[in-house]
């Protein structure tokens, strides 16, 4: 059974960092891509990044460009999302979510960027 | 980055079938878009239903297919029951791009 696990949520205060890790089990972590979606109170689903199957290639919103770094370590099947200059906008529901014929998503970290 | 379009909400009686669909500010929806679609119920995180246009997972139920209908990616529910009220949301791959999802179809079953 495939278990996504998200960590590293909380609040924080607008201009400050958040590292959230994703660690997953039951399927061949490093034969997938890897993303990160968001969900903001009471909104839809917005995709956030993506990263390819080794790391060499990785796609962003226009949004967060600049601020945020997706990444990954095969070797720990864990992903990461490294949050920098963190805004009030950015407050929301973090899922990490596998793709393919895998299709499993995270129960959600959530996130809060407030004063 | 392109926009992505979803009837915001429909109806479908018990038994009925309903279809929902996804279009692409860019142009005609392709499998090269890479449709896929999501559940969510309130409360819960998405669950992916349907993969790369029509592919299903273990979790669908036999009733959910995906297909390209009319230049859109499109999710059929035939036969609905109850359980089947959530929001659906689809999600399109534009290479090199990104991804964007809809906005999303809300679903009432009555």
């Known amino acids: 059974e495939v278990h996504l696990v998200e960590s590293g949520g909380g609040l924080v205060q607008p201009g400050e960092s958040l590292r959230l890790s994703c660690t997953g089990s039951g399927f061949t972590f490093s034969n997938y891509w890897m993303k990160w979606v968001r969900q903001a109170p009471g909104k839809g689903l917005e995709w956030v990044a993506t990263?390819?199957?080794?790391?060499?290639?990785?796609y962003y919103v226009d949004s967060v460009k600049g601020r945020f770094t997706i990444s990954r370590d095969n070797a720990k099947s864990s992903l990461y999302l490294q949050m920098n200059s963190l805004r009030a906008e950015d407050t929301a529901v973090f899922y990490c979510?596998?793709?393919?014929?895998?299709?499993?998503w995270g129960q959600g970290i959530l996130v809060t960027v407030s004063s | 980055q392109a926009v992505v379009t979803q009837e915001p909400s429909l109806t479908v009686s018990p038994g009925g079938t309903v279809t929902l669909t996804c279009g692409s500010s860019?142009?005609?929806?392709?499998?090269?878009?890479?449709p896929s679609w999501f559940q969510q119920k309130p409360g819960q995180a998405p669950r992916t239903l349907i993969s790369?246009?029509?592919n299903k997972h273990s979790w669908t139920p036999a009733r959910f297919s995906g297909s390209l209908l009319g230049g859109k990616a499109a999710l059929t529910l035939s036969g609905a029951r109850p359980e089947d009220e959530a929001q659906y949301y689809c999600l399109l791959v534009y290479s090199g791009d990104g991804e964007v999802f809809g906005g999303g179809t809300k679903l009432t079953v009555l």
């Open positions: 979510v596998v793709g393919g014929n895998v299709g499993g």
């Open positions: 790369d246009t029509s």
């Open positions: 990263i390819y199957k080794d790391g060499s290639a990785e």
């Open positions: 860019t142009g005609a929806v392709t499998s090269g878009h890479y």
